[in-house]
Structures are given as structure tokens and as C-alpha cells.
């Protein structure tokens, strides 16, 4: 024997064990796409690792030391393996079998055990970290958005009529980056080096326009790097970006990517097939208005892609005045991730899909959790005739209350509420038991 090399044995029970082989790999999710030769693949993590042990006991006292080598393999829990080669483990046995031979001796019996290593159960922890949790989730939107939008978008130096193609792709573009300075415009409480810088970047991005639609990743670059200045332009961008997230579905007017052209039509470059297999000499006007409308619509797709994968996280940042703010906050989140994750199941994008899905479930888990502590609004009415300030101070025992029952309320005339008024308003028993 070399060195290093030990004698079989579990819970104590010894037996020789010659041969012997461990397995492992990877859990490989493979989807295969329907009408299509193509599939997509998700690493879903480790395969439990085996150790498979085949060995024997024998001699005159054969019976005796098969019955407790049985006995230790069926014992509950986890027991102390000998292996000859990688020393002492802790181990459960999945199954075993052992197999008596008249042709190799009256007094020898074979055993094959096949094991996994042990490993304490581990709870969730309370002290996760959610901002990073979050924030990893998201950041994994970027590359498959960025690669759907890059097959979709249609290259107008790819197609006949390109001259057409690329001036109405070039509005598009202007309206939607004129759109975002709009918004970041409307950043409450910006800060202003920031936002002068910002608007002068995006000018300059729009005037790049011409060449941008011919270039359609240096575009989804430029999108998700303005997206993401204008999170950097106050504390609290929330709001801002969950309506860039809604504008953008809405921007193509279309299904993003998938009802402007035909499934198959498309490829990885941006070259439309259909286009490519006629005469250039040959226009069809119908053709360049799919085009056009598939470009907006993926623009449109891309920017909304780029919000939430910044909403998400931010929205942890965002002073929710009440459970019921970040509930409903939540609830518009997830509808636009929803959204998202239904266009890409529609375009046949599994891995984008399952990127939503997983950013969906996430967000939905985490601002729960952050919700959980907030106060609840509670519905009051009003008694007797009175001010929304006097009723401020009833209600609530804070005459600067007032402020948030009014704008919550949108109240016309809140120096005059009419009795019998039914008012939303934060708990005054304060935070929410969960």
C-alpha cells in the first residue's frame, strides 16, 4: 500500500474497500426552443457530490461483520467515514446493497454504499445583506437586455431603403434621449453640477445619433449610461426612473421586438433575412415601416430595461411616508418588470426572461421586507366641520401633519373640510406590526 492510504470503515465498522469513485457536476437547465434549432442553457448550480464505495468483508466470522456493517449503514444521521484515500469524513449513506457468491467463497460478502458528504442546515439569515442582494440581481439586466436589443435592432446600412430607415431611427433615438433630459430636469432636488453635466452628455449623445442606429451596441451602452446618471443625480430617484420604466413600454406603441417583425427575420447581426435574400432595386414600403416601428419599439424596450435594472435598488433609498407608498410602489415596479419578462417570453428570450423573473421575485421579497416596518395609512373621518390642520392635531397630535393629509387626500379646500369627510392618513400608533 502507499502512503497515506487507510483502512475502510463506518461508525467505527471496518471492511476493505478496493475500489472506489466520487461523482459531481453541474445542474444544467437546457430549453429547447420550439421551432427553432436552437436551445438555451442556466447553470442552476452544483450537483451534490457522491462517493461510491465498493467493498467486501470476509472470514470465518463473515456473517457477524456483515450484520454490523448493515446495522451502521442503516443507523439515522450522519456517521464518520473512513475512506482509504481522502482520510475521515462525515457522511450520510443514500443507499446500499451488498451480494453474496457461492463462486467466490461461502465466507465472503460484497458491498456497494454510495454516500454524500453531510452539511448542517443552514436557516436564512435576518442580517442579509438586501441592498447587495438586490443590487447583484439587477446588475445581471444589462447583458441580455443589451444582446436582445442588438439582434433586433435593424442596421440600416443592412437593408435596401437603409437612407429612410436610418432618418426615421434617428428620431426616434432624439425623441427618446430628449425624454430623458426632460426627466432628469424634473429630479427632485438635483444636484446641479451633476444635472449640467448631464443634459450637455446627452445633447452629445443625440447629436451621435447618425452614427449610434448604425452601431446598435454602442447605442445600448450609451442608454444604460444615462439611465444610470440620472439614478446618480439626487438621493431619491426612484420616482424618476419607475416613470422612465413605463414610458418606455410605452414609447414603440408595440409588442418590444416581437410584433414589428416576424420571429426568423432578424439575425444576430441586425440584417433583416428577407431584406438581404431580394434585389436591393426592390422597395417595400411595408417592410421599411416594420423596420422603423421594431427599431422604436426595442428602443423603447431597451430604456425600460435599463430603469428598473436601476429602480430596483433605489427604491430601498426612497423615504416611503407609509406601507401602503412602498406597497403600491412596489406593486408598479414589479407590473413593469412583469411587462418586461412577458415581451421576452413573447420573443422567444428565455435567458432575458428568466433575468426578469429572477429581478421580479427578488424586488417583490426585498421592498416587502422594507415595507414591513413602515406605518399603515388608516382611514378617518372627519366629525364636525373644521380646518385640515385642526383635524391634524386631533388625529394625529401634529398640527405639520396637515401637509401630508392634504397632498395625500388632494384636498381643494383644506382650510374647510366638510363633516362626514373620510380621509386617509398614517397611523398615528406609528410603524406596522408586519
Not at 199 to 212: H, M, P, Q, V
Not at 270 to 280: D, L, Q, R, S
Request: hydrophobic letters at 45%; charged letters at 25%; one cysteine or more.
Amino acid at each position: 500500500m502507499f502512503e497515506g492510504y487507510r483502512q475502510a470503515s463506518f461508525r467505527g465498522v471496518p471492511f476493505h474497500c478496493p475500489e472506489r469513485d466520487r461523482s459531481g457536476g453541474r445542474r444544467v437547465d437546457a430549453a429547447e426552443i420550439p421551432f427553432a434549432d436552437s436551445y438555451t442553457t442556466r447553470d442552476m448550480g452544483l450537483v451534490i457530490s457522491a462517493f461510491n464505495l465498493s467493498g467486501f468483508v470476509f472470514g470465518a466470522d463473515w456473517k457477524a461483520q456483515a450484520d454490523r456493517l448493515e446495522e451502521a449503514l442503516d443507523a439515522s444521521g450522519a456517521g464518520r467515514l473512513v475512506h482509504p484515500t481522502r482520510g475521515e469524513l462525515d457522511v450520510h449513506v443514500r443507499r446500499w446493497s451488498s451480494r453474496e457468491n457461492e463462486d467466490e467463497g461461502m465466507d465472503f460478502v460484497r458491498f456497494r454504499i454510495e454516500c454524500i458528504p453531510a452539511k448542517p442546515l443552514q436557516y436564512p439569515r435576518a442580517d442579509v445583506d438586501q441592498r447587495a442582494r438586490l443590487a447583484d440581481v439587477a446588475g445581471t439586466v444589462r447583458a441580455p437586455a443589451t444582446a436582445s436589443f442588438t439582434n433586433i435592432w435593424v442596421n440600416p446600412d443592412a437593408v435596401a431603403a437603409g437612407e429612410t430607415l436610418a432618418a426615421q431611427s434617428e428620431g426616434a433615438l432624439n425623441e427618446m434621449t430628449r425624454q430623458l433630459q426632460d426627466l432628469a430636469r424634473q429630479v427632485p432636488n438635483p444636484d446641479m453640477g451633476g444635472l449640467t453635466a448631464f443634459l450637455r452628455d446627452a445633447e452629445g449623445f443625440r447629436a451621435a445619433s447618425f452614427d449610434l442606429v448604425r452601431a446598435p451596441g454602442d447605442m445600448a451602452s450609451g442608454v444604460f449610461g444615462l439611465v444610470s446618471r440620472i439614478r446618480g443625480l439626487t438621493a431619491f430617484p426612484f420616482t424618476t426612473l419607475a416613470r422612465l420604466g413605463d414610458f418606455g413600454l410605452s414609447f414603440g406603441q408595440s409588442t418590444y421586438g416581437t410584433a414589428a417583425v416576424p420571429q426568423g427575420t432578424v439575425d444576430a447581426g441586425g440584417m433583416a433575412a428577407f431584406a438581404a435574400a431580394a434585389p436591393v432595386t426592390v422597395l417595400q414600403p411595408p417592410a421599411v415601416a416594420a423596420w422603423t416601428q421594431a427599431n422604436r419599439a426595442s428602443l423603447g424596450g431597451l430604456v425600460a430595461a435599463a430603469a428598473v435594472a436601476e429602480a430596483a435598488p433605489a427604491a430601498l433609498d426612497e423615504p416611503f411616508n407609509s406601507f401602503d407608498d412602498a406597497v403600491a410602489a412596489r406593486a408598479d415596479l414589479v407590473s413593469t418588470i412583469r411587462d418586461l419578462e412577458g415581451l421576452a417570453n413573447v420573443g422567444r428570450r428565455r435567458e432575458e426572461a428568466l433575468v426578469y423573473e429572477d429581478l421580479r421575485v427578488t424586488s417583490w421579497t426585498v421592498l416587502g421586507d422594507v415595507a414591513a416596518d413602515l406605518p399603515r395609512l388608516v382611514a378617518r373621518e372627519v366629525p364636525v366641520p373644521q380646518s385640515a390642520r385642526a383635524f391634524s392635531w386631533r388625529a394625529r397630535g401634529d398640527i405639520r401633519a396637515a401637509g401630508d393629509l392634504v397632498a395625500r387626500n388632494r384636498l381643494r379646500h383644506p382650510a374647510h373640510l366638510p363633516a362626514g369627510t373620510r380621509l386617509k392618513l398614517l397611523d398615528p400608533e406609528g410603524a406596522a406590526d408586519g
